[in-house]
């Protein structure tokens, strides 16, 4: 469910002539029976409000006076969110015949045409206070107080994402708290400039126009919709036109694909930022340890111990938390089974809340592997949003790659990769020119039945570490680690991190490590399997020196140079 609570205004909305009709009362009956939660958000005062409307305990929190009032009707607890205007000030409006003038908790509210002299007063007071109209009516209130800003503080309360709500209005007052909601709906009846900005409108009026929005929400979670909320964009990066390249920031499902050092991880790591800078929750299976220098995230598991699924759960129902679920510390073989469980654990996270809005899995291939079969339970199609990274699409499970929406290719040849990919998937890619520049990465849009487009990935503002505790103690696969074999290849001593590597060193014989010195193997290893091209050269160095050198000393330089890079974690 993405959509799981809807915040609605009172007047002009829900109620006509300020009563609710009994058939809206039994469609927000409906909307909470889907598990939804309900929160009024209106300018009326609390007091005004409950002698009129006998309904409140429908409402899970009532945001009143524009913002200035929360309340909790389950408990009955009235909280104020800001300071109420001065007594003298209030007294200059009625001296100056401003009237009617009603006055609550903090909102001081008239109608036109008092708003000059209510400025005017303001003015002369030196009041951090602003002017809010809403259909004639003049509100009063602090400065930086309006619907949105309470109904956040309502939303914080319930622990939901204001990407997880719906809001629907009327009128002026309205555009703050519906610019905050994921997706704005007006009524039938609401103001042309309401109209204008929302996503939706509906063809009924006031309360018949919320019947007509929460059948559509119950009914299909507004899926239908979709298309038309196009507020919400994450950027990729610019074309070769200068245009920018976006994907939508719900219903995309990213496959991003390209050999090992081709940019893979900062092409990721730009999406992360756009993720927190938007407020968008995310949830990354980080297998290799690749992202726990990632400053906005908290890390769950090292390369002792992976993680339990029900932590990463806990953790994840605040809003504001994303987790970076490291598993250095998992073998390969039960990663699949890993993942299962955390899908798992995360149903009732999604089902209650909408969130993580966003499932990243780093080297899919590891989880929803080509060479077995992969119940269909599996794999991660309940999230409308996902980002899968890996190095060889033709070894993920046909039922993951036919998720992806839009596949990015980097590397030398993202072309070859965006074929790659078709090819497994059974589809064909429209033909398009070479990327002009080698930095590029290419985009393709399944089923728009367009070429893919060259583009210049976003660049992540924070830098990131050379996956640090991956090569340090994490498990590179065989192909990349390095072999102690000796002069006659006596020996298969493997060493998948540089930890294992300096163990082993310690411990083969002179003949071996200069055997491997002198032939200058340790540079290549950390050249072509690390591809910390730095480190390779200081080796290099070493290894050029081979004859001068005692074994004991050339193991103490290699030993420095890779611990002042690589560092074993807490």
């Not at 609390?46 to 309904?55: C, G, M, N, R």
């Not at 000030?89 to 009237?99: D, H, K, M, P, Y």
């Not at 081709?262 to 990721?268: D, F, H, L, N």
């Not at 696969?477 to 060493?495: I, N, Q």
Request: with cysteine; charged share 25%; aromatic share 6%.
């Amino acid at each position: 469910m993405r959509y799981t609570v809807l915040a609605a205004d009172y007047d002009g909305t829900l109620a006509s002539q300020s009563v609710v009709a009994e058939e809206t009362l039994e469609a927000l009956r409906n909307l909470r029976a889907s598990g939804r939660k309900l929160v009024m958000v209106t300018g009326r005062e609390l007091a005004d409000l409950q002698k009129i409307f006998q309904s409140l305990d429908l409402f899970d929190r009532v945001v009143a006076e524009n913002g200035a009032v929360l309340y909790c009707p389950a408990d009955g607890t009235t909280e104020v969110l800001s300071e109420p205007p001065p007594q003298a000030f209030l007294e200059a409006l009625r001296a100056r015949g401003v009237s009617p003038l009603s006055v609550g908790h903090v909102i001081a509210a008239t109608f036109e045409p008092h708003e000059s002299t209510v400025l005017q007063t303001i003015r002369e007071f030196g009041l951090e206070h602003q002017v809010i109209f809403n259909k004639g009516a003049v509100m009063v209130l602090p400065a930086g107080v309006n619907k949105a800003t309470g109904l956040k503080k309502a939303l914080a309360e319930l622990h939901l994402s204001p990407h997880n709500a719906v809001g629907v209005g009327d009128a002026e007052n309205d555009h703050a708290f519906l610019t905050v909601c994921e997706c704005a709906v007006a009524v039938g009846n609401a103001l042309p400039t309401l109209k204008a900005r929302a996503d939706w409108v509906t063809t009924a009026r006031n309360g018949a126009g919320v019947i007509e929005l929460v059948r559509s929400l119950v009914h299909s979670d507004l899926r239908e919709r979709v298309p038309e909320i196009g507020r919400h964009r994450l950027p990729l990066g610019h074309t070769f036109a200068d245009e920018r390249l976006t994907v939508g920031a719900q219903g995309t499902r990213l496959l991003v694909a390209g050999p090992s050092g081709a940019g893979k991880s900062t092409i990721a790591t730009a999406f992360l930022e756009q993720l927190v800078h938007q407020r968008y929750q995310f949830c990354l299976v980080d297998p290799e340890g690749d992202y726990t220098e990632f400053p906005d995230a908290i890390v769950l598991g090292n390369a002792g111990t992976a993680p339990r699924p029900e932590e990463i759960a806990d953790v994840l129902r605040k809003p504001s938390s994303n987790v970076i679920a490291v598993l250095i510390g998992l073998p390969k073989d039960e990663r699949p089974e890993f993942l299962a469980k955390l899908l798992a654990a995360l149903e009732p996270v999604r089902t209650e809340t909408g969130r993580p809005h966003w499932l990243v899995i780093d080297e899919v291939h590891h989880f929803l592997p080509a060479s077995a079969h992969t119940p269909a339970e599996r794999v991660p199609s309940m999230y409308e949003s996902s980002m899968m990274i890996t190095v060889h699409p033709d070894h993920v499970a046909r039922e993951a790659l036919a998720l992806a929406t839009v596949v990015v290719a980097a590397g030398a040849n993202p072309l070859a990769t965006i074929r790659a990919f078709a090819d497994r998937a059974g589809e064909h890619v429209p033909p398009a020119p070479q990327p002009p520049a080698h930095d590029a990465a290419v985009a393709w849009f399944r089923g728009d039945r367009q070429a893919p487009v060259s583009f210049r990935p976003c660049a992540p503002r924070t830098s990131r570490s050379r996956h640090q505790r991956k090569y340090a103690e994490g498990t590179l696969e065989p192909d990349r680690s390095f072999y102690f074999r000796g002069p006659d290849r006596k020996l298969s001593l493997r060493a998948q991190n540089f930890e294992l590597f300096l163990q082993l060193a310690e411990g083969v014989d002179d003949e071996t490590w200069t055997h491997h010195l002198a032939a200058g193997d340790y540079s290549t290893w950390i050249r072509q399997a690390i591809k910390d091209e730095s480190l390779a050269d200081e080796v290099h160095m070493v290894e050029r020196r081979a004859a001068d050198l005692s074994p004991r000393d050339s193991r103490l330089m290699i030993a420095e140079a890779i611990n002042r890079r690589y560092t074993t974690a807490e």
